[in-house]
């Protein structure tokens, strides 16, 4: 179950199935490949990673050879958003539903904290059982859907205790070992498990994700906060998002609905083979493109009123006030709106991240492709003198205006350069006023008349007005030579 990452002096560690506390990475080899082409062109044990795989307990990580540092990320509204998994399939996100909460209900007694956990963290849980003992998981089930329930258990003595559902069925036997057990729930109006003698087990792990297959574990803590990691061709992303709201009701499998709308660019998009016809703010027919193909259609209301007829069938469908899609985002009775996602990590230079006045910062970007920027031209993302990505430093921005589609566009200070392909190695390298930027084994801009000190903030604009996809993203202290460079961007 255990795997490791080694890293000069420290190993970096994830479970498959457990979150800890420097998150789930689910492409370790991603972030080795990237470690070992640093180190075959560049000699230095300096690197400071920000790993793009790793969720976290509200926090992403930027991992050094002997330390990491936190990276407070925030997503405030997380009900109903989603990520595109790496099987290439929408997934809500996070999955797991409930606080893991266990309440006693009957001949049992409940002790938190109580013994060391799976992820060597005295967060356990203890149960001791009288006899015929009834626990309850804090969630409030919806009847119609189907929950797989799941957990760690363990015996604190030397007997063995079978774990069964209210209806009697045996999920497993807790022993001596940590083990992951689950079971299937529908239709019922409270989640519960017995423990038919007394007993007394340690639970840890508690998680309920919709559907019959057991998810890997994700912390339901501050579960809002976990980052969104997409995929894309294969490529996982750490995906930034302006903040949007899905304008259909009940929008998993939606039936025909009227919609106020205004006078603007709207973006519909849908999964399945069915059609929706858009008529009086707007008129047009959209067929889709398949079960598990999404289909996207951008256009401008003239009208208030805008009509959606749905025949056939039609899933996970989005309507938007944008000149683009985002992660689908799912509803219910109202409309649902997603918090844009948000990070930031202070006191750079202070650890050592980045120089007083040189270093260099890598980036590579994937779906670099050419957008309309939605509002003013903030920063998405930055390293700069001050926090939420502004004053003087080296920035990412949307397009070039909120009119014009075009990619993504990198300036430091007085000099700016938009970029020129769908997935970019951007570098920037400086040393006191001078500063270089590289794109894709190409220099783009040499500017030697750059306040290049005081760069302590690293993060991005909260919220964002424009997407981005990081896959990854380091640090250097020290500046880099224009031949390092250009071996470190080549695609």
Known sequence: MLTTLQYDNAIYSHFANVATNKGIVEQPEKLNYDIQTLKRIVNTNNVTFL??????????????????????????????????????????????????????????????????????????????????????????????????????????????????????????????????????????????????????????????????????????????????????????????????????????????????????????????????????????????????????????????????TITGTVTKAQLELSNYPTNYIGSTTTANTRTGDYFIKVNMITDGIVGSSTGSMFMHIINNTSLIRQGSLFPILGLSTGANATGNGIFVSGGVSNTTSSRLIISVENATHTTTADEVKLLVTWANSSISVFENGVKVINNSSVTTTNFQYFGTTSPPQHPLDIHGLWFLPSTLTDSECISLTQL
């Open 51 to 308: 790993s793009t795989s790793a969720y976290s307990r509200s926090k992403l990580y930027l991992l050094k050879n002997n330390a990491n540092y936190t990276v407070t990320y925030s997503r405030t509204s997380a009900s109903g958003d989603t990520r595109i998994n790496s099987d290439g399939n929408v997934e809500y996100f996070p999955y797991n539903l409930c606080s893991g909460t266990l309440v006693a209900i009957a001949a049992t007694t409940i002790t938190t904290n109580y013994s060391t956990s799976p992820i060597n963290v005295n967060d356990a849980t203890r149960i001791v059982t009288t006899g015929y003992g009834i626990t309850q998981i804090s969630f409030t089930p919806v009847l119609t859907k189907t929950y797989t329930v799941s957990m760690w258990v363990k015996s604190n003595t030397a007997s063995t205790y079978q774990i069964q559902t209210l209806a009697g069925t045996i999920i497993n036997t807790a022993d001596s070992n940590w083990k992951r057990i689950s079971f299937i729930s529908t239709g019922n109006s409270d989640i519960r498990f017995v423990i038919p003698t007394a007993s007394d087990v340690s639970v840890w792990g508690v998680q309920i994700n919709e559907g019959t297959i057991m998810m890997p574990y994700i912390n339901a803590d501050n579960s809002q906060h976990i980052p969104r990691i997409n995929y894309t061709n294969n490529k996982s992303a750490i995906r930034i998002l302006p903040q949007r709201t899905n304008l259909i009701l009940n929008s998993d499998t939606p039936s025909t609905q009227t919609i106020t709308v205004t006078a603007s660019t709207y973006t519909l998009s849908f999964y399945g083979t069915g059609t929706i016809t858009l008529s009086n703010a707007f008129s047009a027919t959209v067929v889709g493109d398949g079960v598990n193909t999404r289909k996207v259609f951008t256009f401008t209301s003239t009208g208030t009123s805008l009509v959606l």
